[in-house]
């Protein structure tokens, strides 16, 4: 070890390049996690029944089939959020009152 290592002009810490490139793969990284980040979740169904559900842009218009006494429940432990859309992308044309 040499002495300028441990020596008082190395106690301040200053970005140089080699700290540079880490932030820029660790934002890389980032990025490409983000943008990769493909949607696997069941997307809403693109029928009728969805479509003028969606329309209403209620949660209540979902949950009306989709609790758990409806006709077809959400499963055990589905979560409580209320986008239904954040997870189960939109039917393509909803129609009826928006
Ligand atoms: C009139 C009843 C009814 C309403 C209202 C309804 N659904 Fe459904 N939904 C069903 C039925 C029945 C199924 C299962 C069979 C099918 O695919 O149509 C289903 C299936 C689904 C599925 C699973 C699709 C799959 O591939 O298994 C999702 C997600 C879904 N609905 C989301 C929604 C959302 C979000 C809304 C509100 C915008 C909504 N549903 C409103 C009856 C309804
Ligand atoms: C945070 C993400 C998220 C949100 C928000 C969300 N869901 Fe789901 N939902 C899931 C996941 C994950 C599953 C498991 C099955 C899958 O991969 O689709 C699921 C499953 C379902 C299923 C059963 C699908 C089947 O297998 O037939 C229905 C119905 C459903 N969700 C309806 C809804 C409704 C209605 C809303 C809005 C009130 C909603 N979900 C909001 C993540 C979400």
Redesign the pocket.
């Known amino acids: 070890m040499s002495a300028s290592e441990n020596g008082p002009e190395n106690r301040g810490w200053k970005p140089g390049k080699r700290d540079a490139f880490f932030l820029a793969f660790v934002a890389a990284v980032v990025i490409f996690l983000t943008m990769s980040g493909e949607r ?3 997307p ?1 169904p693109n029928d009728a029944t969805h479509q003028q559900a969606a329309a209403l842009k209620t ?1 209540a218009a ?2 009306a ?2 609790s758990a006494d409806g006709i ?4 055990k432990r ?2 409580k ?8 992308i939109e039917p393509e044309m909803s129609v009826g009152a928006k």
């Open positions: 696997t979740t069941k809403t949660i979902c949950m089939c989709h077809h429940p959400q499963p589905h979560t959020t209320q986008q239904c859309f954040q997870c189960h």
